[in-house]
DNA sequence: AGTGATCAGATTTTT
DNA sequence: TCTGATCACT
């Protein structure tokens, strides 16, 4: 036991070993915190307390696998993974798939994602007659979310002045009938929104006591990690978990809460502390992670702010570096002047290059830096962007099985439906959705006995309404005898969506093809990997429910890396929360883009832009860049920047500002800038070779010029050799029609096509 | 019913 | 710049 105590210093090990009672963990960056973690679990289950009874509640996933393996080198088995680790979300999700019935649901409900609300949202307030402008679902849903993470259902919102004013004053009176309507259609397509995980947690809790008591019994230690970003939903489910024995330990840093946009609440802290009386605090202030640089600015920085929890980040690091401040004309020269300081700093300070990492305010801000890093061929990967869980051909194939788990999910089955082609257009589905609504049954119930509800539809589309049935029930009977992978490749087979992608010989096909191949390869992955689970699953054959019991709350940060080779990091902010390089890049930190132009007029929302500052400098080891821009462009709008204010809130005593004459402004399209060269025109990037997402769909590298002129259709004759935006080289091989009515039969490479020339814009070789 | 072309609208952060 | 929605043509 005193070995494992002996890597810890005097505050940490205060934190490790008081295992009993409410503990508060406030922990300045850098200082541990991940560390005390560990090492407090550990010191419990070598203690001799089951993993089974404790319960740590991490902010992703990828925070708990990693602390799960850390601890399994503290601890002697694999006792490490009977753990209940994992994010509020996956944790409830697991509890309410077990306790479901109770609440009426069934326990494969289909967690609906961001794009299903939404989509879910415009059906509702189109099928209500209501303008979808005025009721934009974005706006609708983030009420509702807002509502759900205090707790307030659609009847207490509904009972509620202030939120009903609110909405009558922004002329949508109609907000609490809306919320209600969505809540009863999640129910009925057997679906819960990310929200709803945690709201329904909490009606378990309180209508059922003696479930509540079960796992109250279960959890005899608690551990929450960035408790600074729990929202009043997550702070009550801790709350009435712990309520039996009181053994519940929180971490967190008020200086780092980043996402009250999410509904996080620092106040949660503040509250936690009146909870519990008796509740002993512990403060982390010796950073271990930065230079004295680093952490001074960092302080000075953040005591701008006016609410917060004293204390004192310090580090017996060395002074080390000033931090740099780079000042360019345009958002490319930036991408261009971070990507070679990093080749050089590579070389010169010997370092490989998972050394550094780019940190942005908006994930928009990538493609620049992207795009230098390419021309240098410096290996990088990205974080967050599209996701690709969000990619369209995987929300394809998932809804799929989204479908065969659950068919009630309509969100899912309203996708494909009608993909691939099969027939069943529009007309069609409105003509289901009003059957359904008559006779209050599902659109998927409908279908499976099309025959007998005296539809208006032909006879030749309700066979194939009856096809669809068919063959979707016969997965369904697949479910429980093949395993997740054979079921998977047997779907993509026979409904034709992998044929479909296979001969799309675009790009864009070839992308997405590859994308449903690497899916399909963790489906496998996960069929084959035996994994230890704890008591609710037992071990058998994975099947594809299973699967996508786990699937929707997965994001890329979760995804395996595919290769080992060392790269730059790129992400926003947000995402590199807990995370540290040796040397960081903060870009874009110009006013109205850092802060954010949305953040400008309260200050408790630039006070948290500022925390989102600090997070971004301790981030870093060893060296800090701060780069901006004077010119930016911005929806497709060449837009004039400011540096922020931020960086004048750094002292000069830590940062290094560069002389003037480094900077002046350019008087060719060529110069020599700070000794590296720039090419100030717009060059295309060159393809890339491969060391950037896979994931990647977009393929303007290989259009045409857009600048490019078309011809006019009337010089177009037999014979020519063209060119299509789409399509590429073709050649006219038949022509007809007059004027603007002209049309030309055109032989590509992948076969030949009727194009209207007033519309194809070809353009003659 | 399916497809392509054009237009409007959006971008702050995410489980 | 990129996406989704809508329109118009076959």
């Given at each position: 036991?005193?070995?494992?105590?002996?890597?810890?210093?005097?505050?940490?090990?205060?934190?490790?070993?008081?295992?009993?009672?409410?503990?508060?963990?406030?922990?300045?960056?850098?200082?541990?915190?991940?560390?005390?973690?560990?090492?407090?679990?550990?010191?419990?289950?070598?203690?001799?307390?089951?993993?089974?009874?404790?319960?740590?509640?991490?902010?992703?996933?990828?925070?708990?696998?990693?602390?799960?393996?850390?601890?399994?080198?503290?601890?002697?088995?694999?006792?490490?993974?009977?753990?209940?680790?994992?994010?509020?979300?996956?944790?409830?999700?697991?509890?309410?798939?077990?306790?479901?019935?109770?609440?009426?649901?069934?326990?494969?409900?289909?967690?609906?994602?961001?794009?299903?609300?939404?989509?879910?949202?415009?059906?509702?307030?189109?099928?209500?007659?209501?303008?979808?402008?005025?009721?934009?679902?974005?706006?609708?849903?983030?009420?509702?979310?807002?509502?759900?993470?205090?707790?307030?259902?659609?009847?207490?919102?509904?009972?509620?002045?202030?939120?009903?004013?609110?909405?009558?004053?922004?002329?949508?009176?109609?907000?609490?009938?809306?919320?209600?309507?969505?809540?009863?259609?999640?129910?009925?397509?057997?679906?819960?929104?990310?929200?709803?995980?945690?709201?329904?947690?909490?009606?378990?809790?309180?209508?059922?006591?003696?479930?509540?008591?079960?796992?109250?019994?279960?959890?005899?230690?608690?551990?929450?990690?960035?408790?600074?970003?729990?929202?009043?939903?997550?702070?009550?489910?801790?709350?009435?978990?712990?309520?039996?024995?009181?053994?519940?330990?929180?971490?967190?840093?008020?200086?780092?809460?980043?996402?009250?946009?999410?509904?996080?609440?620092?106040?949660?802290?503040?509250?936690?502390?009146?909870?519990?009386?008796?509740?002993?605090?512990?403060?982390?202030?010796?950073?271990?992670?930065?230079?004295?640089?680093i952490?001074?600015?960092?302080?000075?920085?953040?005591?701008?702010?006016?609410?917060?929890?004293?204390?004192?980040?310090?580090?017996?690091?060395?002074?080390?570096e000033k931090i740099k401040l780079l000042k360019t004309t345009s958002d490319r020269e930036e991408g261009s002047m971070v990507a070679h300081q990093i080749f050089q700093d590579q070389m010169n300070q010997q370092v490989t290059l998972d050394s550094f990492a780019v940190l942005y305010r908006t994930n928009s801000q990538s493609r620049s830096i992207e795009d230098a890093l390419r021309k240098l061929n410096l290996a990088y990967r990205i974080y967050g962007g599209l996701?690709?869980?969000?990619?369209?051909?995987?929300?394809?194939?998932?809804?799929?099985?989204?479908?065969?788990?659950?068919?009630?999910?309509?969100?899912?089955?309203?996708?494909?439906?009608?993909?691939?082609?099969?027939?069943?257009?529009?007309?069609?589905?409105?003509?289901?959705?009003?059957?359904?609504?008559?006779?209050?049954?599902?659109?998927?119930?409908?279908?499976?006995?099309?025959?007998?509800?005296?539809?208006?539809?032909?006879?030749?589309?309700?066979?194939?309404?009856?096809?669809?049935?068919?063959?979707?029930?016969?997965?369904?009977?697949?479910?429980?005898?093949?395993?997740?992978?054979?079921?998977?490749?047997?779907?993509?087979?026979?409904?034709?969506?992998?044929?479909?992608?296979?001969?799309?010989?675009?790009?864009?096909?070839?992308?997405?093809?590859?994308?449903?191949?690497?899916?399909?390869?963790?489906?496998?992955?996960?069929?084959?990997?035996?994994?230890?689970?704890?008591?609710?699953?037992?071990?058998?054959?994975?099947?594809?429910?299973?699967?996508?019991?786990?699937?929707?709350?997965?994001?890329?940060?979760?995804?395996?890396?595919?290769?080992?080779t060392p790269k730059v990091s790129l992400m926003t902010i947000?995402q590199a929360?807990?995370l540290?390089y040796p040397f960081v890049h903060i870009v874009g930190v110009e006013e109205n883009l850092f802060?954010s132009?949305?953040?400008?007029?309260?200050?408790?929302?630039?006070?948290?832009?500022?925390?989102?500052f600090?997070?971004a400098l301790?981030r870093a080891e060893r060296r800090v860049t701060i780069s901006y821009a004077e010119t930016r462009f911005k929806w497709g709008k060449l837009e004039y920047c400011e540096p922020s204010?931020f960086i004048?809130?750094i002292?000069?005593?830590?940062i290094d500002v560069p002389r003037k004459s480094n900077f002046r402004k350019p008087a060719t399209p060529t110069r020599v800038s700070g000794g590296i060269r720039i090419k100030a025109k717009t060059v295309k990037p060159t393809l890339p070779k491969g060391n950037y997402r896979k994931v990647d769909?977009s393929s303007s590298d290989s259009k045409?010029q857009p600048g490019?002129?078309?011809?006019?259709?009337?010089?177009?004759?037999?014979?020519?050799?063209?060119?299509?935006?789409?399509?590429?080289?073709?050649?006219?091989?038949?022509?007809?029609?007059?004027?603007?009515?002209?049309?030309?039969?055109?032989?590509?490479?992948?076969?030949?096509?009727?194009?209207?020339?007033?519309?194809?814009?070809?353009?003659?070789?």
């Amino acid at each position: 036991m005193e070995e494992l105590l002996a890597g810890l210093n005097e505050k940490q090990r205060e934190a490790v070993v008081q295992t009993e009672g409410p503990v508060m963990v406030i922990a300045g960056a850098g200082s541990g915190k991940t560390r005390v973690l560990t090492y407090r679990i550990a010191y419990l289950m070598r203690k001799g307390v089951d993993p089974f009874k404790i319960l740590a509640l991490t902010f992703t996933n990828k925070a708990a696998r990693e602390m799960k393996d850390r601890i399994g080198q503290l601890v002697s088995g694999g006792l490490a993974y009977s753990l209940w680790m994992g994010t509020f979300h996956s944790v409830f999700a697991r509890i309410l798939r077990a306790e479901s019935t109770l609440l009426g649901y069934p326990s494969n409900f289909t967690i609906y994602d961001t794009d299903d609300s939404k989509s879910l949202m415009k059906s509702i307030v189109k099928a209500q007659g209501l303008d979808p402008k005025v009721y934009q679902a974005s706006v609708l849903l983030s009420r509702i979310s807002a509502a759900k993470n205090n707790l307030i259902s659609a009847a207490a919102y509904a009972q509620n002045q202030e939120l009903v004013n609110q909405d009558k004053v922004n002329s949508r009176p109609e907000t609490a009938f809306l919320y209600d309507l969505y809540q009863k259609k999640l129910f009925q397509s057997a679906a819960m929104d990310f929200d709803d995980l945690l709201f329904k947690i909490n009606v378990l809790f309180r209508d059922f006591p003696e479930t509540l008591y079960k796992y109250q019994k279960r959890f005899q230690y608690i551990l929450v990690d960035e408790y600074q970003d729990t929202n009043f939903s997550q702070y009550l489910i801790v709350k009435k978990l712990a309520a039996d024995n009181e053994n519940v330990c929180v971490v967190g840093d008020d200086a780092q809460s980043i996402y009250s946009f999410r509904g996080a609440n620092i106040e949660n802290i503040l509250n936690f502390k009146q909870d519990y009386p008796q509740l002993k605090t512990v403060k982390l202030e010796q950073n271990y992670r930065s230079t004295q640089n680093i952490v001074n600015a960092a302080n000075k920085v953040i005591h701008n702010n006016k609410s917060q929890i004293f204390k004192e980040v310090w580090t017996s690091n060395d002074t080390g570096e000033k931090i740099k401040l780079l000042k360019t004309t345009s958002d490319r020269e930036e991408g261009s002047m971070v990507a070679h300081q990093i080749f050089q700093d590579q070389m010169n300070q010997q370092v490989t290059l998972d050394s550094f990492a780019v940190l942005y305010r908006t994930n928009s801000q990538s493609r620049s830096i992207e795009d230098a890093l390419r021309k240098l061929n410096l290996a990088y990967r990205i974080y967050g962007g599209l996701s690709f869980y969000k990619r369209k051909e995987i929300k394809d194939i998932l809804a799929y099985f989204r479908l065969i788990v659950n068919s009630s999910d309509e969100e899912a089955l309203k996708r494909i439906i009608n993909y691939p082609a099969r027939g069943i257009g529009k007309t069609t589905m409105e003509k289901l959705t009003l059957a359904a609504h008559k006779h209050e049954k599902s659109i998927w119930d409908i279908i499976r006995e099309a025959k007998s509800y005296g539809l208006s539809i032909n006879s030749g589309t309700i066979n194939k309404l009856l096809d669809f049935s068919t063959m979707i029930e016969s997965f369904k009977a697949q479910l429980d005898t093949k395993n997740a992978y054979d079921l998977a490749t047997e779907i993509g087979k026979s409904t034709g969506l992998l044929a479909d992608l296979y001969h799309d010989k675009t790009p864009e096909g070839v992308s997405k093809f590859e994308n449903i191949e690497e899916l399909m390869n963790g489906i496998k992955e996960f069929v084959e990997e035996d994994t230890v689970e704890t008591d609710l699953h037992e071990q058998k054959n994975r099947s594809l429910s299973d699967y996508m019991e786990g699937i929707a709350l997965l994001t890329d940060a979760d995804k395996k890396e595919d290769d080992n080779t060392p790269k730059v990091s790129l992400m926003t902010i947000h995402q590199a929360k807990g995370l540290e390089y040796p040397f960081v890049h903060i870009v874009g930190v110009e006013e109205n883009l850092f802060p954010s132009i949305m953040a400008l007029h309260s200050r408790k929302d630039l006070e948290e832009e500022r925390r989102l500052f600090y997070v971004a400098l301790t981030r870093a080891e060893r060296r800090v860049t701060i780069s901006y821009a004077e010119t930016r462009f911005k929806w497709g709008k060449l837009e004039y920047c400011e540096p922020s204010r931020f960086i004048d809130e750094i002292d000069d005593a830590y940062i290094d500002v560069p002389r003037k004459s480094n900077f002046r402004k350019p008087a060719t399209p060529t110069r020599v800038s700070g000794g590296i060269r720039i090419k100030a025109k717009t060059v295309k990037p060159t393809l890339p070779k491969g060391n950037y997402r896979k994931v990647d769909t977009s393929s303007s590298d290989s259009k045409p010029q857009p600048g490019a002129a078309y011809s006019d259709p009337d010089d177009i004759k037999m014979g020519m050799m063209v060119m299509h935006q789409r399509f590429g080289k073709g050649e006219i091989i038949a022509l007809d029609g007059q004027g603007s009515n002209k049309k030309a039969k055109v032989k590509f490479k992948d076969g030949s096509k009727q194009l209207i020339l007033r519309f194809a814009r070809l353009k003659i070789l």
